[in-house]
């Protein structure tokens, strides 16, 4: 049996790394990006970039390395082998600004299993720095049962913007989980021209559970 002073002393070292983590998550770091990084290069594209690219993507971002970051990380989408540029193409959806929103774009329609999370940091950025032309798009995402969840708070944080384009398409919706979800984000941040609509829906489904019984 171990002694009640050894698992306090685990206990407090685990406490002391999950408080580094979310400071490195929440306070930028030029130099650590810096470190970081030149682990990454030292790889030369090989596996070994995967283990400091995934850290990478656990730091605040430095808006001072941003176009360091992007130069390398789309060297690495490019050149590298699967899982580095699984992980490179994390992080560039991370530093992505508007400028690149072709880029993501593409990302987000990939459809390759290992880009799951890659997908989802697009759509986020996406939904930050994207045009109307955009919001289409990312609505029938959330179609998507793998990242429902992820798209919908996406949807959400772009605020009453989304509500027309969800209006205009939301009762061609036949999947019921679908449309749920997105009476939810107008549910949040509709404005009274959400009202009738959602009035509309209501009875339909009512209606819909009474001819079922």
Known sequence: LRSVEEIQREKEQAEAARKKQEEEKSTPNPALVDEVLAQIKAQDGGSGASTPLNRLAQLAIVDSKRDEVIRVMKN??????????????????????????????????????????????????????????DYPTLISLIGDSFIRS????????????????????????????????????????????????????????????????
């Open 76 to 133: 690495h989408m490019s050149n590298s082998n699967g899982f580095v540029k699984k992980s490179a193409t994390e992080v560039f959806c991370m530093y992505a600004t508007a400028e690149h929103l072709p880029e993501l774009r593409t990302i987000v329609a990939d459809k390759d299993g290992l880009m799951i999370e890659a997908r989802k940091r697009a759509f986020r950025t996406i939904a930050k720095v994207g045009t109307t032309e």
């Open 150 to 213: 992820d798209v919908k708070n996406a949807l959400i944080s772009i605020g009453p913007a989304i509500e027309d384009p969800i209006l205009s398409q939301i009762e061609s919706v036949s999947d019921i989980f679908t449309r749920n979800e997105l009476i939810d984000v107008l549910k949040k941040v509709g404005t009274k021209k959400s009202i009738e609509t959602l009035q509309k829906l209501a009875t339909e489904t009512l209606r819909k559970v009474l001819l079922e019984c």
